[in-house]
C-alpha cells in the first residue's frame, strides 16, 4: 500500500510564499513521476506542477515563474516550493505519485490526502 502524506499547507496573506512537502512511503524511484495538483471549490482537479524520475519538471502556465517543484531523492519526498501567492491561487492542494503502464501491468496513481492552502487578500 503506497502512502503519500502532505504538509505545509496553511494560511497566507496574498503575495507570500508557503512551501508543501509529500513524503511517500516506498523509494520515490518507484515512481515515473511525482506532482502537485488543486482542487478548487466547485472545481476540477487541475495539474500545478510535475517532476519525473529523471528530474525533468513541467509547470501549469498559470504558476510559471512562482511555484518550483523538487524532489529529494533520499528523503523519497517532493515539495512545491510557492512564492508569490494569489488569492486565486487558495485550494486542497494534492500529491500525486504516477507509475507508467508496462508489459506486466496498468498505469498506477496514489493521491496524498490533500492539504489546504487559503490565500487572502
Known amino acids: 500500500q503506497v502512502q503519500l502524506v502532505e504538509s505545509g499547507g496553511g494560511l497566507v496573506q496574498s503575495g507570500g510564499s508557503l512551501r508543501l512537502s509529500c513524503a511517500t512511503s516506498?523509494?520515490?524511484?518507484?515512481?515515473?513521476?511525482m506532482g502537485w495538483y488543486r482542487q478548487a471549490p466547485g472545481k476540477q482537479r487541475e495539474l500545478v506542477a510535475i517532476?519525473?524520475?529523471?528530474?525533468?519538471?513541467n509547470y501549469a502556465e498559470f504558476v510559471k515563474g512562482r511555484f518550483t517543484i523538487s524532489r529529494d531523492n533520499v528523503k523519497n519526498t517532493v515539495s512545491l516550493q510557492m512564492n508569490s501567492l494569489k488569492p486565486e491561487d487558495t485550494a486542497v492542494y494534492y500529491c500525486?505519485?504516477?507509475?507508467?503502464?508496462?508489459?506486466?501491468?496498468?498505469?498506477?496513481?496514489?493521491w496524498g490526502q490533500g492539504t489546504q492552502v487559503t490565500v487572502s487578500s
Open positions: 500525486n505519485a504516477y507509475v507508467y503502464p508496462t508489459d506486466t501491468h496498468s498505469s498506477r496513481t496514489y
Open positions: 516506498r523509494n520515490i524511484f518507484s515512481f515515473n513521476a
Open positions: 517532476v519525473t524520475s529523471d528530474g525533468n519538471t
